[in-house]
């Protein structure tokens, strides 16, 4: 039950971190500042419910390790394991994780867009701490360092690119309802300009993290196999990526309506991968290696 629970919350924390930074960083680095604010109230439910999961989760984790340290329930109420768990590496890692995501539910509430800048620095410092829990960081020396660098890398890229989808989606929508907006082609140029980088960071960063952590492989494991099933549907949402920028967006101009309404479908397609790839990657996060 306890497994479960830790891939359950990890899938949780994962999806609403990069959903959060990903839509902060759409609506501050590449929407227009006279359109910010139309497109945060279309964002503010989804932002509010994810800065909530994303509280919940982390405190969630951390009670749940407290349980799994000692094996019994009853650590919940037992101050002494819980100070414990705070002194080990995952609590040094998780003590801010839970902190920040607990400031970043009161900066989201806060008016202004100083705060929702400093919402964005705290939602990447996030990430990064949870490069420092995982796998990445199973290594002492030079590799430590490198993995976690590389997992925080590969994390953050994958957060503009799977975050952004979400913006993206409600412009093209949008873009589709009224045809005179051209918000979202302009958005959505930026977004692909910066996604490419993204992406070919996500996948190198992938294959930096899987020799960092395991070496050259020399036989396939549980673990092996779950990067594999996530490098698959990476390779998916790549392929609807390219579909969407250099098949669909040529054909605007000719059948507006039509390749916004398939643009659309390919970016549903594409979130619903990036999920699969999240849920795989809780998985396997809780697997050793070998």
């Known amino acids: 039950m306890t497994d479960f629970l830790n891939i359950l919350l990890r899938f949780f924390h994962f999806s609403s971190l990069l959903l959060l930074t990903g839509c902060l960083t759409y609506l501050m680095l590449l929407t227009p500042a006279g359109y910010r604010n139309r497109l945060e109230i279309r964002l503010s439910p989804a932002l509010r419910s994810s800065a909530g999961v994303a509280l919940f989760s982390a405190i969630a984790l951390f009670a749940l390790q407290t349980v799994m340290m000692s094996g019994e329930i009853t650590a919940l109420s037992q101050p002494d394991i819980w100070s414990a768990v705070a002194g080990t590496r995952f609590g040094h890692a998780w003590l801010p994780e839970m902190i920040l995501a607990a400031v970043s ?8 867009e100083a705060a929702r800048y400093l919402l964005l620095v705290t939602l990447i410092l996030q990430l990064i701490l949870t490069a420092m829990t995982g796998h990445a960081a199973m290594h002492d020396g030079w590799r430590g360092v490198a993995g976690e660098v590389s997992q925080s890398l590969h994390v953050l890229a994958a957060a503009f690119w799977c975050g952004g989808l979400y913006p993206l989606l409600l412009l093209m929508q949008q873009g589709q309802r009224d045809p005179q907006d051209n918000t979202a082609a302009l958005t959505m140029m930026k977004f692909s300009r910066y996604g490419h980088w993204a992406v070919a960071l996500v996948i190198l960063s ?24 996530k490098s698959v549907l990476v390779a998916a949402m790549v392929m609807l990526a390219l579909l969407n920028r250099y098949w669909l967006v ?17 970016t549903q397609a594409e979130m619903g991968l990036a999920l699969g790839a999240i849920a795989v990657v809780s998985l396997f996060a809780t697997l050793s290696p070998g």
Request: no cysteine; charged share 20%.
């Open 105 to 112: 539910v009161m900066l989201l509430r806060a008016g202004g």
């Open 206 to 229: 992938g294959v930096s993290n899987t020799l960092l952590i395991s070496g050259i492989p020399r036989h396939f494991s549980f673990w092996l196999t779950g990067v594999l099933v």
């Open 250 to 266: 040529p054909r605007f101009r000719q059948s507006p309506a039509e390749s916004r309404r398939r643009f659309i479908r390919l």
